[in-house]
């Protein structure tokens, strides 16, 4: 009996232990592409700081829908990523970004203007000039 009245005080302090690691958000910040090759930016907040992710479709993937997540660690890790497609943008056909988690090349096309192939270690997705500048937009406003 004693064990019992016990148990049913605790429970409440065991409960709100197991429950504290569970206090996070995530928030999108700009929908780069939408349809059915999506691209979003978000923030996730979490007890530990605040993190980004950039979800994309993966694009070697073409009988099923599978989405990628490219993790940005902290605004600053995020900021190189900006860095990189301004400096591609200024570049020409062919340079390359080269990262620990990820590549991103500058693939101009004759008719389509100036494409960008985004490669982290799984997937693939690519994106156009104007969907490059969304993002770099939003990232320097972070």
Partial sequence: MKRLILSVLLLPFA?????NGVNSSSETLV???SGAWPINLE???ERSGTSYSLIFRD????????????EFAN??????????LTVLKAGHNGDIAKFKDYTIKRADKKYDGVWYILQP????TDFQQPEADILTKTIRGL
């Fill in 15 to 19: 409960g709100h232990a197991g429950f």
């Fill in 31 to 33: 929908e780069v592409r």
């Fill in 43 to 45: 923030r996730n907040t």
């Fill in 59 to 70: 694009q070697q993937v073409m009988n099923a829908q599978v989405l990628d997540t490219l």
């Fill in 75 to 84: 605004l600053e890790q995020l900021k190189y990523l900006e860095k990189a």
């Fill in 121 to 124: 270690k799984y997937g693939t």
